[in-house]
């Protein structure tokens, strides 16, 4: 009764030997997954939108019976619709919001960079600070106040 194939009892032993795969295998997404906000809105959109469908198709057989009932699910129908399109532009307001506040990537491949071939400012001029240009109703500004342009070398001269 002991005496069991010797090919047996190495399968067995190597079988229990070796890891087992499990059923379920995680495979990377081929999209990343939707921002939390955006998905809700997204569930969110997609129920309204199967609710409205709904009540689209009983108002069509509504209409069919000629039931009483057919005008208020009318009403309801365009209620519905005008909150389904609410629900779809929230979706896609959200994710311009999402791509807005977190979507930038700070590198050099970004879109946040300026355009090819704009010429770089010199350093010292693009940060020097510039003189702001005198407002002419400003008290000690126009004629006869402080220097213009007939004192300066070049300038315009009374005869």
Not at 11 to 18: S, T, Y
Not at 83 to 103: N, S
Not at 128 to 152: F, I, K, L, T, Y
């Amino acid at each position: 009764m002991g005496s069991e194939h010797p090919d047996r009892r190495e399968d067995h032993e190597a079988a229990v030997r070796l890891p087992r795969q499990g059923l379920w295998v995680a495979e990377p997404a081929a999209r990343p997954r939707m921002p939390d906000p955006v998905r809700t809105a997204a569930v969110r959109a997609v129920l309204i939108v199967a609710v409205t469908l709904t009540l689209a198709t009983i108002t069509f057989f509504l209409a069919l019976t000629g039931s009483w009932l057919a005008l208020p699910m009318v009403l309801i129908s365009v209620a519905g619709t005008i909150v389904g399109t609410w629900g779809v532009l929230d979706v896609w307001i959200t994710r311009q919001m999402w791509k807005q506040r977190y979507g930038v990537v700070s590198v050099p491949s970004s879109t946040a960079r300026g355009r090819r071939g704009a010429p770089e400012p010199a350093y010292g001029s693009a940060y020097a600070p510039q003189p702001a240009p005198p407002h002419p109703g400003h008290p000690g500004h126009g004629p006869g106040h402080g220097p213009g342009p007939g004192s300066q070398p070049g300038g315009l001269r009374r005869a």
